[in-house]
């Protein structure tokens, strides 16, 4: 059974560091690319970043540019969310997501496994 395991996540202050880490198993990892996404509490679930299926090109939403980087390892069969300057409206349960793609999407129907999330609280 595949699983993407989420962790890394947690209660930080405004201005803090967090690192997300998403473990696949049962998967041929390098043969999807991978995406997070995020959902606050009354808000659908939106795009977050992206990473290729190598690892070089990655794409995010403009809220977190320059805050966020994700990187994947493909030797390990996970991929990471690097969140820094953090602001409370960064808080919300993120999901990671693989897309049986070259380049992923921004779209969360583009993913076809996905993770049971990980809570990230910023506080004021």
């Known amino acids: 059974q595949v699983l993407l395991v989420e962790s890394g996540g947690g209660l930080v202050q405004t201005g803090g560091s967090l690192r997300l880490s998403c473990a696949a198993s049962?998967?041929?990892?390098?043969?999807?690319?991978m995406g997070w996404f995020r959902q606050a509490p009354g808000k659908e679930r939106e795009f977050v970043a992206r990473?290729?299926?190598?690892?070089?090109?990655?794409r995010y939403t403009d809220s977190v540019k320059g805050r966020f980087t994700i990187s994947r390892d493909n030797a390990k069969n996970t991929v990471y969310l690097e969140m820094n300057s953090l602001k409370p409206e960064d808080t919300a349960v993120y999901y990671c997501?693989?897309?049986?793609?070259?380049?992923?999407?921004?779209?969360?129907?583009?993913?076809?496994?996905w993770g049971q999330g990980t809570q990230v609280t910023v506080s004021s």
């Open positions: 997501a693989a897309a049986p793609s070259w380049f992923g999407s921004t779209r969360a129907a583009e993913y076809n496994l």
């Open positions: 049962d998967l041929t990892f390098s043969s999807y690319s």
């Open positions: 990473v290729d299926r190598r690892g070089g090109s990655t």
